[in-house]
């Protein structure tokens, strides 16, 4: 009975944790409840429920990528730093990491001493996802660590990213670059 107390402040504080981590969700424009949209993504087509603006932006970058014609499994090349779901939704594969992070001191050395691992062939066919006035983005001229210049891509697709998205009001937009 002594420790009665001790646990239920335990839970209460898990509680209270959990609550307002679901209504101020890390770099999410809303609470969690407001989630209503769902969104097939992926080549499994797994289901996300997202806002409306998330919703609206993964579309958007599935659609702008199958139009012109972008296959499930190519190389891509993330420099929005802060865009992982994109690559994910529009069936690409990523190279070098995961995720490209911008943003932070050392992000673009970080990104380029990855990209110094990965095969020539796959860096020669990878594409390339850019936001050029994204506020963590990755320069282009990162390409120039293996070789390329940002002149041997041209840009075949772009949409605009959701409001909120990464904690930003601003609604950059995003290109998708093809290698020519």
């Given at each position: 009975y002594a420790l009665l107390p001790f646990l239920l402040a335990t839970q209460l504080i898990?509680?209270?944790?959990?609550?307002?981590?679901?209504?101020?969700?890390?770099?999410?424009?809303?609470?969690?409840?407001?989630?209503?949209?769902?969104?097939?993504?992926g080549q499994s087509g797994s289901g996300l429920v997202l806002s409306r603006d998330y919703a609206t932006y993964l579309t958007d970058s599935m659609t702008a990528s199958r139009k012109v014609g972008f296959l499930s499994g190519t190389p891509v090349i993330?420099?929005?730093?802060?865009?992982?779901?994109?690559?994910?939704?529009?069936?690409?594969?990523?190279?070098?990491q995961a995720w490209m992070i911008g943003g932070y001191p050392g992000s673009f050395k970080m990104a380029s001493e990855v990209l110094k691992g990965v095969p020539c062939e796959q860096l020669a066919a990878a594409w390339l996802l850019t936001e050029p006035e994204g506020p963590r983005s990755l320069s282009d001229s990162l390409v120039s660590s293996f070789g390329a210049e940002p002149s041997d891509?041209?840009?075949?697709?772009?949409?605009?990213?959701?409001?909120?998205?990464?904690?930003?009001?601003?609604?950059?937009?995003?290109?998708?670059?093809?290698?020519?």
């Open positions: 898990v509680v209270l944790l959990l609550l307002t981590g679901m209504e101020s969700p890390y770099r999410q424009p809303e609470p969690l409840r407001l989630n209503t949209h769902k969104v097939e993504i993330d420099l929005t730093g802060q865009s992982p779901s994109v690559l994910f939704a529009i069936g690409a594969t990523n190279i070098g891509y041209e840009v075949v697709a772009s949409w605009n990213t959701a409001k909120g998205a990464g904690g930003y009001e601003q609604r950059p937009a995003q290109q998708l670059l093809k290698p020519v």
